[in-house]
């Protein structure tokens, strides 16, 4: 049972992964990916013990159902997106929460984002 500087790197750029996918910092997730391969290579030749490695695993797999997550939610509203620009009519809420009915206008401009 070795201490392993990587391994207390890789936990601490777990949590800063973590971080930026909850806040939607997406951008940052290209930076850290670079780091993580590098230190997750370092823990071959490192050897942290069970317990380290145990939790790396967690944060990890925790990380990825995030990330998954919000893909599955981007896709979501791409679709609606795409939905809204095909229809005649879309459903809105006003501030009460009430539904109202709105044909939609199509101009002849194009917005880009």
Do not use: C, F, W
Request: aromatic share 2%; glycine share 4%.
């Amino acid at each position: 049972m070795t201490r392993s500087d990587s391994a207390m790197r890789l936990i601490s750029l777990l949590e800063a992964e973590e971080k930026a996918v909850l806040s939607g910092d997406y951008a940052v997730l290209s930076q850290l990916a670079t780091t993580r391969i590098e230190l997750a290579r370092n823990l071959e030749t490192e050897r942290p013990d069970e317990t380290t490695l145990r939790r790396i695993s967690q944060m990890t797999q925790r990380n990825s159902s995030l990330l998954r997550a919000a893909t599955e939610g981007i896709d979501d509203a791409r679709k609606i997106l795409n939905r809204l620009k095909k229809s005649a009519i879309t459903e809105v809420y006003d501030r009460d929460g009430a539904k109202h009915r709105m044909p939609v206008l199509h101009s002849g401009l194009e917005r880009k984002i």
